[in-house]
């Protein structure tokens, strides 16, 4: 089994651009995260899912935008980046609400 | 939404040593996972103890739960170079829906062979 995959793995984007970042599993997990990492501020949650076709927004949603159209996919959109958004993106995801989350290697952003 | 704090931030140890860190939290948990990240790298699962636990272990791993202190431990045994690492706990809320889990800066470990 892959686990869960993130794709890219890095990017550079000038500021104002746009782009999604796309997460797989394949372990037919209900539950989905995306979360940013930054120097000294752990993981903070970005959007999550608790089933196919949902969304909610997690601790610092603003910028970004998410879609769980499939139950294996959940991408994570940034309609216009800005430097602010440079970061270690990781998704995850788990089978029930309980945790026990599985992580993707994750995704290097860079705006300038 | 739940968040884990651990403590210290970072600890540093000779190799073959043993090696404690902690998590507080502030409400009421389901279970309490512990989780280590590589240098670079995504979030592995390491171990996940149930709010009627007071202790479990995974080999040179154990963690405990106080529930009446919101806090729990991670010790790892005779540690080796290849646990250094950052770690993190993450508290997970009871009830049936599902609560944010943020998980805190972590304790970064440094074993020295």
């Known amino acids: 089994n892959a686990g869960v995959t993130q794709t890219p793995k890095f990017r550079v984007l000038k500021t104002g651009q746009s782009m999604t970042l796309l997460c797989a599993q394949d372990m037919n997990h209900e539950y989905m995260y995306w979360y940013r990492q930054d120097p000294g501020m752990g993981l903070r949650l970005i959007h999550y899912s608790v089933g196919e076709g949902t969304t909610a927004k997690g601790e610092v949603p603003d910028g970004y935008n998410v879609s769980r159209l499939k139950k294996q996919n959940f991408l994570l959109g940034l309609e216009s980046a800005a430097p602010s958004q440079t970061s270690v993106y990781f998704c995850a995801s788990s089978y029930t609400r309980e945790g026990g989350y599985t992580f993707g290697s994750g995704t290097r952003l860079t705006v300038v | ?113």
């Open chain 2, 1 to 113: 939404s739940q968040q884990g704090e651990e403590d210290p931030q970072a600890l540093s140890i000779q190799e073959g040593e043993n090696a404690t860190m902690n998590c507080s939290y502030k409400t009421s948990i389901n279970n309490l996972q512990w989780y280590r990240q590589n240098s670079g790298r995504g979030l592995v699962h390491l171990i996940l103890i149930r709010s009627n636990e007071r202790e479990k272990h995974s080999g040179r791993l154990r963690v405990t739960l106080d529930t009446s202190k919101k806090s729990s431990s991670l010790l790892i045994t005779a540690s080796r170079a290849a646990d250094t690492a950052s770690y993190f706990c993450a508290p997970v809320a009871g009830g049936t829906s599902y609560d944010k889990v943020i998980f805190g800066p972590g304790t970064s470990l440094s074993v020295i062979p």
